[in-house]
């Protein structure tokens, strides 16, 4: 055996180097189950959770059965007033693959904490993020669930006046956030559903740990895609204020200060994403898909360079504080 001598001081300085730029993780950390929740197989037929309806929600003239409330051809479109005309990609999609862009991400464009919200996305930005699905260059860390795998088959066979008509259409919608997050420490026992989380009102109550858990205030009206839906996404205590000085001091180097590129409030800049009140749980997806390397295409590199150091405990910070912002 021979040991290992340390020769040259430059070698022993270079060690001292590597040591304290390992004080953030090098290795990629295991990935947050709780940021991705995935369904346990579905028994066949509708969501066991929906009766056959009619459903009619407030502030709507309109209701829809069960069957329309879970088609993926056509949107159900609780209040038209709110939005201009959809364009027919985004109303009914085309079959068999283009499913309803509006079914998922809402004629709203606000979206749900399982996909993301389009609304007010810069359109060259919507562009690149269609063909990154395309091409297979944005995947999720976690394969198999369900709204990517939709995502990605629909951006695949969509067509690129199609994807532009979508694009335009969701430009020009207001982002609004639907969800409040909350610090504590002990929360309603929550279990997945509907690739969230459920929680249980009967007043059982579960640890939340170092977890951030999203899900409806009121499944029923999440379920028959109410647009007025709120979400409540519990958080550690503390994070918030944790994320606000990660966001605002990210590496000591201004050029990763987070609005540095996403701009004042985050709202977005020139071509880059506004990320103020989006689902915490999406965010800390995409920050890990980026730091998996599993995000790519678009200008996901710019990322590279802000995500390379991050724990999931930053991610966890940085997404609660995004989160609580107003768009
Ligand atoms: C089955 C549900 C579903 C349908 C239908 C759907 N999407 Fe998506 N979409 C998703 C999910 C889920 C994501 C997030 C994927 C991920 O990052 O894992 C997403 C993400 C996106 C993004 C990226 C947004 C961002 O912030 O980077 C764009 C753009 C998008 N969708 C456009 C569309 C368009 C256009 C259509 C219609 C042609 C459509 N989607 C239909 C579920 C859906
Ligand atoms: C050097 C510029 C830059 C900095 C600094 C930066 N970002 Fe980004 N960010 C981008 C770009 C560009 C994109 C779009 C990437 C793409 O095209 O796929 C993006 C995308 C994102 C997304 C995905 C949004 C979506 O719609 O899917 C999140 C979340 C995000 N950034 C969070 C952050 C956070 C948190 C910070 C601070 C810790 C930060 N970014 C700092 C440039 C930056």
Redesign the pocket.
Known sequence: MVPIVIRTPSLLLFLTLLLAGCQKPMVLEPVPDWAYPTNPPPPPGPPPTLTPGPFQIANSKLSFTRAEVTN?FAAPDWRPEDHPPMPT??SH?RKPE????????LPTGN?RP?????AG?PVE??VA??NA?RDGS???HVTG????T???N??KA?QDD??LA??RY?AALPATSFTRVVEQSTIPKAKIAAWLFRFDRTGAQEPLGQRIIEGPDDFEQFEIRDPATTYTAYVPEGSIALGKRLAETWGNDKTLECSSCHGPGYRGKDNV?NIAG?SPT?IV??LY?FRSNS?RG?KSSEMDKVVRHMSNGDMLALAAYIASLTP
């Open positions: 993926l990609v985004v999609g283009v499913r309803a862009c509006g079914y998922c991400h979206g399982e996909n993301s919200r389009l996305l930005y919507f993020q269609m699905f944005r995947k999720s669930r369900a709204p990517t939709n995502m990605t629909t951006a969509a199609e994807i979508a694009a969701f994403p989006r999406a997806r995409q898909d995000r678009g």
